[in-house]
T-cell receptor
Framework: DAKTTQPTSMDCAEGRAANLPCNHS???????VYWYRQIHSQGPQYIIH???NNETNEMASLIITEDRKSSTLILPHATLRDTAVYYC????????????FGKGITLSVRP | DAGVIQSPRHEVTEMGQEVTLRCKPI?????LFWYRQTMMRGLELLIY????????DSGMPEDRFSAKMPNASFSTLKIQPSEPRDSAVYFC?????????????FGSGTRLTVV
């Protein structure tokens, strides 16, 4: 699976949009981009995933560049409860692909 | 749906003792995964099952670790004998299917402390 690169940390103000970047320059055509988050003392939580097209659900939006070498997770109106470690993961579509977590980015939402 | 259920939430044991962690996956999910999380190594996949059969145990650190899935609704991760370096949070996750288009649902984890 392709590697991902994320900043170590970032912060944003409550109520504003949080834009979390991720680089995956070696991504292959059959690899998905996944985002999970882990709030302190909880298990990782699935947020969203995509292959080529931009995706949106009730939690977030995922913007994937046309060349698929980078993506951005957007939390449109961040709240204090969105403070967490966010993991960007690239994963193959095959049956034996694993979900491998890196270090992620720590998002701190300030009041 | 109650989600993935793990027990106990916390476990403190003495070095050398046997420890058993338990997991109940989401009903209907065919895949079950065991992860371990430490500050030093982050989240590591230990083993995963498909339809109760172990598929990949390459992440299991040593022979002291073993995992079983006797039926579709229950799995255990056993450490015997336990050592202080096994102290970590152990997560169980389940998935409807495998492959790139399916996400995992994680449990709340078991925090293991070996003294």
């Amino acid at each position: 699976d392709a590697k991902t690169t994320q900043p170590t940390s970032m912060d944003c103000a409550e109520g504003r949009a949080a834009n979390l970047p991720c680089n995956h320059s070696t991504i292959s055509g059959n690899e998905y981009v996944y985002w999970y988050r882990q709030i302190h003392s909880q298990g990782p939580q699935y947020i969203i995933h995509g292959l080529k097209n931009n995706e949106t659900n009730e939690m977030a939006s995922l913007i994937i560049t046309e060349d698929r070498k980078s993506s951005t997770l957007i939390l449109p109106h961040a709240t204090l409860r969105d403070t967490a470690v966010y993991y960007c993961i690239v994963r193959r579509s095959g049956a034996n692909s694993k979900l491998t977590f890196g270090k992620g980015i720590t998002l701190s939402v300030r009041p | 749906d109650a989600g993935v259920i793990q027990s106990p939430r916390h476990e403190v044991t003495e070095m050398g003792q046997e420890v058993t962690l338990r997991c109940k996956p989401i009903s209907g999910h065919d895949y079950l995964f065991w992860y371990r999380q430490t500050m030093m190594r982050g989240l590591e996949l230990l083993i995963y099952f498909n339809n109760n059969v172990p598929i990949d145990d390459s992440g299991m650190p040593e022979d002291r670790f073993s995992a079983k899935m006797p039926n579709a609704s229950f799995s255990t991760l056993k450490i015997q004998p336990s050592e202080p370096r096994d102290s970590a949070v152990y997560f169980c996750a389940s998935s409807l299917a495998h492959g790139g288009n399916y996400g995992y649902t994680f449990g709340s984890g078991t925090r293991l402390t070996v003294v």
